[in-house]
């Protein structure tokens, strides 16, 4: 037989039971909660992942090359080994640069310092093979390489960085801003070390080959500095640095190995001429 509890103890009951309730519908409010923030960061997760600067795609020059003389073999495998390093070495600072620089930053900070490269490299094979065979013709055609998977220019780079803006919106703007400040539009000139100073006397079978390359550095020169007028306000802090000066230097190291290589075939081969390659920017 049950005994009714006295009125004080059914009071301390209910008030037991409707403090655990409180405490109960709390925990589930709480945990729903919970439930819902992974939610919201998969999402940003998500869309992080899915955003790719895509991969740099180069036509292939071996299948391309006749059949290479014995005493060119080593040299070739070389500079084929060194074409593949160059797309690698790209594809790295593909990914290391996404959201840098202006819609053109992958064409011109990327994609056309890797086909001078590449030029530079195919003529090397182009030479070793001409030494003691027919010089291949037409190789310069697979130098230039294109962005796939990632959109093309700078679209891929700038996908996925999250503070990418259309052509002229905030972003880019920023991105200029130094240079723009006060109103200044001056873009300053490329210097280089002369090159012609520091030859030894050069062989007259190398005359010809000689001051054509020398003319060619000139016109590297102009080359950079007329892109450096045309690229006012473009890109960030490194931008003349990674797109203008550095393929400059690149374009220069070339040329003026094969300055050397052309003295070194009839006479002494100067050493140390890479040091002259790189430039600098003066205000």
Excluded: H, W
């Excluded at 210097?191 to 000689?210: G, H, I, Q, R, T």
């Amino acid at each position: 037989m049950s005994r009714a509890l006295p009125k004080y103890n059914q009071r301390r009951v209910a008030i037991i039971g409707g403090a655990a309730a409180v405490a109960l519908s709390g925990a589930v409010i709480a945990g729903s909660a919970l439930a819902g923030t992974p939610a919201k960061s998969d999402t940003a997760t998500g869309a992080r992942t899915l955003a790719s600067p895509g991969t740099i795609t180069c036509p292939d020059v071996a299948s391309k090359l006749p059949a290479v003389p014995a005493s060119a073999k080593a040299e070739v495998d070389r500079n084929l080994a060194l074409l593949q390093t160059q797309i690698q070495e790209a594809d790295k600072r593909l990914k290391d640069t996404v959201g840098q620089g202006g819609p053109n930053f992958v064409n011109n900070a990327i994609l056309g310092p890797l086909k001078d490269k590449r030029v530079a490299t195919v003529n090397r094979i182009a030479t070793a093979i001409g030494r003691t065979a027919a010089k291949p013709a037409g190789l310069d055609a697979l130098a230039p390489c294109s962005l796939n998977g990632g959109g093309t220019g700078g679209a891929g780079a700038n996908a996925g960085g999250g503070q990418a803006s259309a052509p002229g919106g905030a972003a880019n703007q920023q991105s200029g801003a130094g240079t723009a400040a006060g109103g200044s539009t001056a873009a300053g000139t490329i210097s280089c070390p002369d090159v012609a100073s520091k030859l030894p006397a050069v062989p007259a079978s190398a005359k010809a080959e000689v001051d054509r390359n020398l003319a060619l550095l000139q016109t590297q020169i102009q080359e950079a500095n007329k892109r450096l007028k045309d690229t006012v306000g473009q890109g960030g802090p490194n931008f003349v640095n990674n797109a203008i000066l550095g393929p400059l230097k690149d374009k220069r190291a070339s040329t003026i190995d094969r300055i050397a290589i052309s003295i070194g075939r009839t006479s002494a081969k100067p050493t140390g001429l890479d040091s002259l390659a790189a430039c600098t920017l003066t205000k």
